[in-house]
């Protein structure tokens, strides 16, 4: 045995030295069925899931007299203890036909929470020794390769000790030289990155046989700090050829750019499964499902079935020829200035006689109070609302060719996407109006004026490691930021269960979009008050905005606790305390600040409830 393996294995001794008499050892010796490493949570190790990795399947034998390689059959599986840290500081490369699994250890995970302490490993990008993040998570480099997670959190960031101005560009990935890999994802969170969630074959083509995520969720895609409205996806399939695209019983939460690219490809997707899935809160900056060329050579599956979608295109059909340039990959063109018509779900036309019909039925979407608001604005912002209605959709969600597809071959095109009027998600983020309304604000405008500070003026701005220009960070804080959430809210607090005025019909009679959601009901706005409950916790924008010298604002918490809400001026100081209750009972609550004796200028205020915090910004203009 080497110098270096010896070292590596007295480390991994020290280390389960330092673990308490209930937890497993560090290292469990190879299954009869299974090459298995069992490593148990590296809090304050100093050690790195991802050194851990890279030098048990370097392809050396690290057990001695065993002589048994780390890839034996091929397949390598490591186990991560419930609830534990796993920092990653280098890219971990699979490559020669193998197979990396990386799992929770044996548990209760119903999902997305867990049961008994039963919580899922956290995989979290770290600085390492060295001063930027480390590269995606895990590349597929070879032929064959093949990855799975399972019950595990991935995050582009140590939400513990990290920034997001380091924040990683993509997390899982598969090189352009790859052929025949896979991804599958079954129970994970995955999220936090400036670029995409998962990247298929970047800077070339690539051929990838199935793309497979299933009850998992997909959060907080993109950062201006670090990007532009460019980025920001959850599965880029880039210019790839497809065997299976299959995502189903997942949620999509909080993205800028797009939830599914394949853009302008010259390598098709043969099958396409979207099924039983949550969308909310999409920027949606060019678009929302972009498919490239979509060939099932006679035989493939086209499904976009089950789905629930709630402010998934809150940018609306703008006529923004910045925006449009990337909506190329769709046959018609926009009425207002003959650009790309910007649609939901573009594909580029097949005219193969072969070709397998889409089958879009029995999805469903709503557009929120501030999705309208959205719709609707007006000057000094530059949007201009949509004017020109598209014959037979009340919104533009899918392009000519694909409703042809669907007339030509009996499918019932009034049940492809249908409208609920009233559509209430029980606890998610708020939507990311401000990120919106700085993006349309006109550039030579001021705080003085708009209250939302000079904006980005319909450019798209920025690039990698460069934060689009006027994006800005004051005390700490990236001001026309979305509303992001730590992975503990995403497995705690997130509850996409869902109220609206009638219980959506389904293709199968199973709830519609994720299934680990529910029905509940009629919207709280429409029953009786004293039934009504809060849809979990909340605080508004304060109105109006700017204000002299009161404005006011409401917040809602979910359960009796603790609440607080405090103001601060733009160094940092507390100024004011407007709640400050230990025993705060369930309800929504409207609270007014008087601030006669402050001094105009941009000032935050804050409230913390249990896990909830969230931080508004408010101009006092005298």
């Not at 009869?32 to 790195?48: A, F, H, N, Q």
């Not at 918490?557 to 705060?584: C, D, H, M, W």
């Not at 249990?610 to 408010?618: A, H, L, P, Q």
Request: charged letters at 20%; a neutral charge.
């Amino acid at each position: 045995m080497n110098k270096g393996w010896c070292i590596f294995i007295f480390i991994l001794a020290l280390f389960a030295i330092q673990i308490n008499a209930q937890t497993p050892p560090a290292v469990i010796p190879f299954s009869t069925i299974e090459d298995t490493m069992y490593i148990p949570d590296l809090t304050g190790t100093g050690l790195y899931l991802s050194q851990i990795i890279i030098d048990d399947t370097s392809g050396n034998s690290w057990q001695g007299s065993n002589g048994r390689n780390a890839w034996l059959n091929h397949t390598r599986v490591y186990v991560l203890q419930k609830g534990g840290y796993y920092p990653w500081s280098a890219q971990i490369q699979v490559k020669a036909d193998r197979k990396l699994v990386i799992r929770a250890e044996d548990g209760k995970y119903p999902f997305p929470r867990g049961e008994n302490g039963d919580y899922r490993p956290v995989i979290h990008a770290s600085y390492g020794t060295g001063t930027a993040y480390p590269g995606s998570l895990i590349r597929l480099t070879g032929s064959g390769d093949t990855c799975i997670l399972q019950n595990v959190v991935v995050s582009g960031i140590d939400e513990v000790g990290g920034s997001l101005n380091n924040i990683q560009g993509n997390l899982l990935e598969i090189a352009s030289a790859a052929t025949n890999s896979s991804f599958f994802l079954d129970g994970c969170i995955v999220k936090t990155d400036n670029g995409q969630l998962m990247q298929i074959g970047a800077g070339g083509a690539v051929h990838a046989n199935t793309i497979r995520a299933i009850n998992t969720i997909f959060g907080d895609m993109g950062f201006l700090g670090m990007s532009n409205f460019g980025a920001g996806r959850g599965i880029d399939l880039r210019n790839s050829e497809i065997d299976t695209l299959d995502v189903r019983n997942c949620t999509f939460v909080n993205w800028q750019d797009r939830t599914l690219r394949h853009y302008i490809s010259l390598y098709p997707i043969h099958n396409i499964i979207i099924k039983h899935n949550t969308f909310v809160n999409g920027m949606s900056y060019h678009g929302m499902f972009s498919f490239g060329w979509v060939d099932s050579t006679g035989n493939g599956t086209f499904e976009i079935k089950d789905n629930l979608f709630l402010d998934n295109f809150a940018m609306g059909p703008d006529t923004d020829r910045i925006r449009q340039s990337e909506f190329v990959d769709g046959p018609d063109l926009d009425p207002l200035n003959g650009l790309s018509k910007a649609c939901w779900i573009v594909a580029r036309p097949n005219t193969q006689t072969t070709i397998t019909p889409w089958d879009i039925a029995y999805n469903y979407y709503g557009i929120s109070d501030s999705g309208l608001a959205i719709r609707n604005m007006s000057a000094p912002y530059l949007y201009v609302p949509q004017s020109v209605k598209y014959p037979g959709e009340p919104e533009p969600i899918l392009t000519s060719d694909i409703w042809r597809q669907l007339k030509e071959n009996g499918k019932d095109s009034a049940l492809a996407f249908i409208k609920i009027d009233e559509l209430k998600l029980k606890q998610v983020p708020p939507l990311m109006t401000k990120m919106i309304r700085w993006y349309y604000t006109i550039k030579s405008y001021g705080d003085t004026l708009t209250g939302e500070g000079a904006g980005a003026g319909r450019e798209k701005t920025g690039s990698s490691g460069t934060p689009a220009t006027n994006f800005r960070y004051v005390n700490g804080i990236w001001i026309y930021d979305y509303n992001r959430r730590g992975w503990d809210w995403y497995m705690d607090s997130l509850d996409c269960s869902f109220y609206a005025n009638t219980n959506p019909t389904s293709s199968d009679g199973q709830v519609v979009g994720a299934t680990y959601w529910s029905y509940l009901g009629p919207p709280p706005s429409s029953v009786d008050k004293k039934d009504s409950k809060p849809l979990g916790y909340e605080i508004s924008q304060n109105y109006p905005n700017p204000f002299n010298p009161t404005t006011s604002f409401k917040y809602s918490i979910e359960k009796p606790g603790f609440v607080s809400i405090k103001v601060y001026n733009v160094l940092g100081q507390e100024v004011a305390t407007l709640v400050n209750e230990y025993k705060k009972q369930a309800g929504t609550y409207n609270v007014t600040w008087d601030a006669s004796g402050m001094n105009s200028g941009i000032y935050f205020y804050k409230m913390q409830s249990g896990n909830f915090s969230e931080t508004r910004k408010m101009v006092l203009l005298k």
